[in-house]
């Protein structure tokens, strides 16, 4: 067990529908990681928040979006759901603050949320 | 742009030999982190092992050791005594070092490792 927690576990919807995926870090972490694993992509980054504002994007599309709240808890939201973005979505967190342990550079995943569009 | 390269798919080992897996990664940074990751039929991403590049010596948890070779940008795994719960994908993945700069992974294709009783 990692200490990261996801939810929902399984998620199943339909075409242009909207779905929100909720992630709660370790324990201290500040900073939250967004993946998604495709089959024909692999793990991709998607967003990082860090103590609650937008550190990073990579490919992400403009119909997906995310936050970060003051309880460091995530949220990833998905809108207009296609076929194509069927896939498991991970996130991860990692502390990042060099003075607080000593693997501050390692991410931490949590188990993923597997979305099924239909 | 970083690129993290497995070119095995596929490998297999006999329980209780010893296998290596190899990754390759490009980089003009100086500063940067490795890691495997191990994906099991779960689907879980189970840390493995990690590795500083400013760090000569090779890291080293358990049964798992790598070999860094930086000048040749080259970060193989090595599993000793394999065992039937090593069975995953495993994922070899790059993060940059350098001050404020973006700290996300990037990661290889994976490597299916098989193995055989």
């Known amino acids: 067990d990692s200490g990261v927690t996801q939810t929902p576990k399984h998620l199943i919807t339909a075409t242009g529908q909207r779905v929100t995926l909720r992630c709660s870090p370790r324990s201290g972490d500040l900073s939250v990681y967004w993946y998604q694993q495709s089959l024909d992509q692999g793990l991709q980054f998607l967003i990082q928040?860090?103590?609650?504002?937008?550190?990073a994007k990579g490919n992400i599309l403009e119909r997906f979006s995310a936050q970060q709240f003051p309880d460091l808890h995530s949220e990833l939201n998905l809108s207009s759901l296609e076929l194509g973005d069927s896939a498991l979505y991970f996130c991860a967190s990692s502390v990042e603050v060099r003075e607080v342990a000593e693997h501050t550079d390692t991410q931490y995943f949590g188990p993923g949320t597997r979305l099924t569009v239909l | 742009a970083q690129t993290v390269t497995q070119s095995q798919p596929e490998m297999s080992v006999q329980e209780a030999e010893t296998v290596t897996l190899s990754c390759t990664y490009d980089?003009?940074?100086?500063?940067?982190?490795l890691f495997w990751y191990k994906q099991p039929p779960s689907r879980q991403m189970i840390l493995v092992i990690r590795q500083e590049a400013y760090k000569q010596q090779n890291a080293t948890e358990n049964r798992f050791s790598v070999n860094f070779q930086k000048a040749a940008k080259s970060f193989s795994l090595k599993i000793s005594d394999s065992q039937l719960g090593d069975a995953a994908m495993y994922f070899c993945a790059y993060r940059s070092g350098i001050s404020g700069s973006a700290r996300q992974l990037t990661f290889g294709s994976g490597t299916q490792l098989t193995v055989l009783p």
């Open positions: 928040y860090y103590n609650g504002e937008e550190r």
């Open positions: 980089t003009s940074e100086s500063d940067y982190y």
